[in-house]
């Protein structure tokens, strides 16, 4: 009976995976894309965290957690420059 959920919670998790890619593709705006981005980055994190639960191993825990980590700086600077339109900034006035 899990493994019917597991299944199916991956194949949901693979139709939004679709669906975002679509709106990362055709997205009317930018901030539609960053936030399509930032959905295919969770749903990546979930489907390698149901592949591992469905392997029975803890080996992809470490590739869970670094792609969270990406997914979260790449959203806060896709912010940053839509916000600023910059996303260092260099101070050049303390020459």
Do not use: C, Q, W
Request: proline share 2%; hydrophobic share 60%.
């Amino acid at each position: 009976m899990f493994d019917i959920v597991l299944y199916i919670a991956l194949l949901i998790i693979s139709v939004a995976m679709v669906g975002l890619v679509y709106r990362v593709i055709k997205g009317p705006t930018t901030p539609d894309r960053v936030i399509a981005l930032d959905g295919i980055g969770i749903n990546l994190v979930a489907i390698i965290a149901i592949l591992s639960i469905m392997l029975r191993t803890s080996a992809f825990l470490d590739i869970i957690l670094l792609i969270g980590i990406l997914a979260f700086i790449g959203t806060v600077a896709f912010a940053k420059y839509l916000e600023k339109g910059v996303i260092l900034e260099h101070d050049r006035d303390n020459i």
